[in-house]
Protein backbone atom coordinates (compact mmCIF):
# COMPACT_ATOMS: atom_id res chain seq x y z
CA UNK A 1 0.00 0.00 0.00
CA UNK A 2 1.39 3.26 -1.03
CA UNK A 3 -0.29 5.58 0.94
CA UNK A 4 -0.42 9.27 -0.76
CA UNK A 5 1.59 9.68 -3.73
CA UNK A 6 2.87 13.16 -5.30
CA UNK A 7 4.50 14.04 -8.40
CA UNK A 8 6.71 15.78 -9.39
CA UNK A 9 9.35 15.11 -6.69
CA UNK A 10 11.02 18.84 -7.04
CA UNK A 11 9.98 21.39 -9.88
CA UNK A 12 11.76 24.86 -11.11
CA UNK A 13 9.21 26.46 -13.32
CA UNK A 14 9.37 29.95 -15.10
CA UNK A 15 7.09 33.01 -13.66
CA UNK A 16 4.19 32.72 -15.71
CA UNK A 17 3.81 29.00 -16.57
CA UNK A 18 0.83 26.74 -15.66
CA UNK A 19 2.02 23.90 -12.94
CA UNK A 20 -0.40 21.03 -11.79
CA UNK A 21 0.97 19.15 -8.83
CA UNK A 22 -0.17 16.00 -8.45
CA UNK A 23 -1.44 13.77 -5.68
CA UNK A 24 -2.99 10.08 -5.42
CA UNK A 25 -3.89 7.98 -2.08
CA UNK A 26 -4.85 4.32 -2.42
CA UNK A 27 -6.74 4.51 1.12
CA UNK A 28 -9.87 5.40 -0.09
CA UNK A 29 -10.28 7.89 2.13
CA UNK A 30 -12.90 10.70 1.29
CA UNK A 31 -11.03 13.74 2.41
CA UNK A 32 -8.21 15.25 1.02
CA UNK A 33 -5.83 18.25 1.41
CA UNK A 34 -3.22 20.90 -0.04
CA UNK A 35 -1.20 22.46 2.10
CA UNK A 36 2.20 24.58 1.59
CA UNK A 37 5.08 24.52 4.13
CA UNK A 38 6.87 27.73 4.10
CA UNK A 39 10.15 28.53 6.09
CA UNK A 40 9.11 29.76 10.07
CA UNK A 41 5.19 28.92 9.11
CA UNK A 42 2.97 26.62 10.35
CA UNK A 43 1.32 24.54 7.26
CA UNK A 44 -1.41 26.51 5.56
CA UNK A 45 -4.26 25.01 3.84
CA UNK A 46 -4.73 26.32 0.75
CA UNK A 47 -7.54 23.79 -0.93
CA UNK A 48 -9.60 20.85 0.46
CA UNK A 49 -12.47 17.87 -0.62
CA UNK A 50 -14.85 16.82 1.81
CA UNK A 51 -15.58 13.78 -0.90
CA UNK A 52 -15.63 13.50 -4.81
CA UNK A 53 -16.93 16.05 -6.63
CA UNK A 54 -16.65 18.63 -3.91
CA UNK A 55 -13.66 20.90 -2.98
CA UNK A 56 -13.45 24.13 -0.78
CA UNK A 57 -11.03 26.89 0.34
CA UNK A 58 -8.67 27.43 2.92
CA UNK A 59 -6.70 29.58 4.14
CA UNK A 60 -4.49 30.66 0.97
CA UNK A 61 -6.64 29.64 -1.87
CA UNK A 62 -5.65 32.73 -4.24
CA UNK A 63 -3.47 31.22 -7.18
CA UNK A 64 -4.66 27.92 -7.07
CA UNK A 65 -7.59 25.41 -8.11
CA UNK A 66 -7.98 22.00 -7.44
CA UNK A 67 -10.66 19.61 -8.81
CA UNK A 68 -11.87 15.77 -7.16
CA UNK A 69 -13.19 13.78 -10.05
CA UNK A 70 -12.91 10.83 -8.11
CA UNK A 71 -11.71 9.58 -4.74
CA UNK A 72 -8.43 8.65 -5.34
CA UNK A 73 -7.12 12.19 -7.24
CA UNK A 74 -6.60 15.46 -6.02
CA UNK A 75 -4.20 17.89 -8.31
CA UNK A 76 -3.13 21.10 -7.53
CA UNK A 77 -3.25 23.67 -10.31
CA UNK A 78 -1.09 27.13 -10.41
CA UNK A 79 -3.01 29.01 -13.59
CA UNK A 80 0.53 31.56 -13.95
CA UNK A 81 2.71 30.81 -11.44
CA UNK A 82 4.47 33.42 -9.44
CA UNK A 83 7.30 33.66 -7.50
CA UNK A 84 5.85 33.65 -4.09
CA UNK A 85 4.26 30.47 -4.81
CA UNK A 86 7.81 29.35 -4.25
CA UNK A 87 7.38 26.10 -1.45
CA UNK A 88 6.95 22.73 -0.38
CA UNK A 89 3.29 21.16 -1.16
CA UNK A 90 2.10 19.12 0.73
CA UNK A 91 -0.92 16.76 0.03
CA UNK A 92 -3.18 14.85 2.69
CA UNK A 93 -5.90 12.61 2.71
CA UNK A 94 -8.28 11.58 5.76
CA UNK A 95 -10.96 9.04 6.18
CA UNK A 96 -13.63 11.95 6.76
CA UNK A 97 -13.14 16.21 6.92
CA UNK A 98 -14.70 16.25 10.60
CA UNK A 99 -10.94 17.37 11.75
CA UNK A 100 -11.04 14.38 14.39
CA UNK A 101 -9.28 11.99 11.71
CA UNK A 102 -5.41 11.57 11.70
CA UNK A 103 -4.33 13.40 8.49
CA UNK A 104 -1.71 11.42 6.42
CA UNK A 105 0.45 13.65 4.10
CA UNK A 106 2.32 12.73 1.06
CA UNK A 107 6.38 13.23 0.95
CA UNK A 108 5.64 16.39 -0.61
CA UNK A 109 6.57 18.69 -3.76
CA UNK A 110 9.09 21.00 -3.66
CA UNK A 111 8.75 24.12 -6.44
CA UNK A 112 10.49 27.02 -7.18
CA UNK A 113 9.54 29.48 -9.33
CA UNK A 114 11.92 31.63 -11.01
CA UNK B 1 -0.96 36.00 15.08
CA UNK B 2 -0.25 32.74 14.73
CA UNK B 3 -3.19 30.46 17.05
CA UNK B 4 -0.47 27.68 17.54
CA UNK B 5 2.88 29.07 19.30
CA UNK B 6 5.30 26.54 19.50
CA UNK B 7 8.61 26.88 21.84
CA UNK B 8 11.69 26.95 21.23
CA UNK B 9 12.28 26.83 17.32
CA UNK B 10 14.66 25.00 17.69
CA UNK B 11 16.91 22.76 19.98
CA UNK B 12 20.29 20.65 19.94
CA UNK B 13 20.43 17.69 22.40
CA UNK B 14 22.74 14.97 22.92
CA UNK B 15 21.93 11.51 22.56
CA UNK B 16 20.61 9.33 25.26
CA UNK B 17 19.00 12.80 26.95
CA UNK B 18 15.91 13.92 27.20
CA UNK B 19 13.90 17.02 26.22
CA UNK B 20 10.08 19.03 26.05
CA UNK B 21 8.86 20.69 23.19
CA UNK B 22 5.95 23.49 24.12
CA UNK B 23 2.75 24.08 22.43
CA UNK B 24 0.43 27.03 23.40
CA UNK B 25 -3.08 27.89 21.82
CA UNK B 26 -5.65 30.36 21.74
CA UNK B 27 -7.55 28.28 19.18
CA UNK B 28 -11.45 27.79 20.24
CA UNK B 29 -13.28 25.69 20.70
CA UNK B 30 -10.96 22.97 21.52
CA UNK B 31 -11.51 19.53 19.67
CA UNK B 32 -8.35 17.60 19.98
CA UNK B 33 -4.64 18.24 19.72
CA UNK B 34 -1.91 16.78 17.62
CA UNK B 35 1.74 15.74 17.32
CA UNK B 36 3.06 15.09 14.40
CA UNK B 37 6.68 14.28 13.66
CA UNK B 38 7.84 15.66 10.33
CA UNK B 39 11.57 14.07 8.84
CA UNK B 40 13.31 16.17 6.54
CA UNK B 41 12.23 15.71 3.42
CA UNK B 42 8.88 14.12 4.08
CA UNK B 43 5.42 14.39 5.16
CA UNK B 44 4.47 15.15 8.80
CA UNK B 45 3.51 11.79 10.41
CA UNK B 46 1.05 11.38 13.41
CA UNK B 47 2.69 10.76 16.81
CA UNK B 48 -0.05 11.34 19.08
CA UNK B 49 -4.18 12.75 19.64
CA UNK B 50 -5.53 14.38 22.48
CA UNK B 51 -9.06 14.95 23.08
CA UNK B 52 -10.28 17.94 26.05
CA UNK B 53 -10.66 14.88 28.41
CA UNK B 54 -7.18 13.74 27.95
CA UNK B 55 -4.37 14.70 30.13
CA UNK B 56 -1.20 12.30 28.58
CA UNK B 57 -0.73 10.41 25.97
CA UNK B 58 2.19 8.27 25.17
CA UNK B 59 3.76 6.57 22.27
CA UNK B 60 6.64 4.62 22.73
CA UNK B 61 9.78 7.64 24.12
CA UNK B 62 7.45 10.37 22.98
CA UNK B 63 5.06 11.55 25.83
CA UNK B 64 1.92 14.45 25.31
CA UNK B 65 0.94 16.12 28.20
CA UNK B 66 -2.30 18.68 27.77
CA UNK B 67 -3.70 21.40 30.04
CA UNK B 68 -7.07 22.43 28.06
CA UNK B 69 -7.60 24.75 31.14
CA UNK B 70 -4.44 27.35 30.39
CA UNK B 71 -4.18 26.06 26.76
CA UNK B 72 -0.91 24.31 27.15
CA UNK B 73 0.72 20.66 25.41
CA UNK B 74 4.26 19.84 25.90
CA UNK B 75 5.83 16.85 24.05
CA UNK B 76 8.59 14.87 26.09
CA UNK B 77 11.13 12.75 24.31
CA UNK B 78 12.77 10.61 26.64
CA UNK B 79 16.44 8.86 26.11
CA UNK B 80 16.67 10.46 22.59
CA UNK B 81 17.61 8.75 19.89
CA UNK B 82 19.19 10.15 16.39
CA UNK B 83 16.06 8.90 14.48
CA UNK B 84 14.54 11.38 16.58
CA UNK B 85 16.47 14.75 14.73
CA UNK B 86 12.81 15.96 13.36
CA UNK B 87 10.90 18.63 12.92
CA UNK B 88 7.30 18.17 15.90
CA UNK B 89 4.45 20.12 14.56
CA UNK B 90 1.54 20.46 16.83
CA UNK B 91 -1.88 21.25 15.71
CA UNK B 92 -5.04 21.55 17.08
CA UNK B 93 -8.42 20.91 15.66
CA UNK B 94 -11.36 23.78 16.43
CA UNK B 95 -13.71 23.87 13.49
CA UNK B 96 -10.69 24.00 11.17
CA UNK B 97 -7.17 22.80 12.12
CA UNK B 98 -4.55 25.03 13.18
CA UNK B 99 -0.82 24.55 12.98
CA UNK B 100 2.29 25.35 14.60
CA UNK B 101 5.22 26.59 13.01
CA UNK B 102 7.11 23.29 15.00
CA UNK B 103 10.29 22.90 16.88
CA UNK B 104 13.32 21.60 15.08
CA UNK B 105 15.11 19.10 17.27
CA UNK B 106 18.71 17.90 16.61
CA UNK B 107 19.89 15.20 18.46
CA UNK B 108 23.74 14.71 18.27
CA UNK B 109 26.08 11.73 18.64
Known amino acids: IAGITQAPTSQILAAGRRMTLRCTQD?????MYWYRQDLGLGLRLIHY???????GKGEVPDGYSVSRANTDDFPLTLASAVPSQTSVYFC?????????????FGPGTRLTVL | KNQVEQSPQSLIILEGKNCTLQ??????????LRWYKQDTGRGPVSLTI?????NTKSNGRYTATLDADTKQSSLHITASQLSDSASYIC????????FGAGTTVTVRA
Open chain 2, 23 to 32: CNYTVSPFSN
Open chain 1, 49 to 55: SNTAGTT
Open chain 1, 92 to 104: ASSDSGTGSDTQY
Open chain 1, 27 to 31: MRHNA
Open chain 2, 50 to 54: MTFSE
Open chain 2, 91 to 98: VVSANKLS
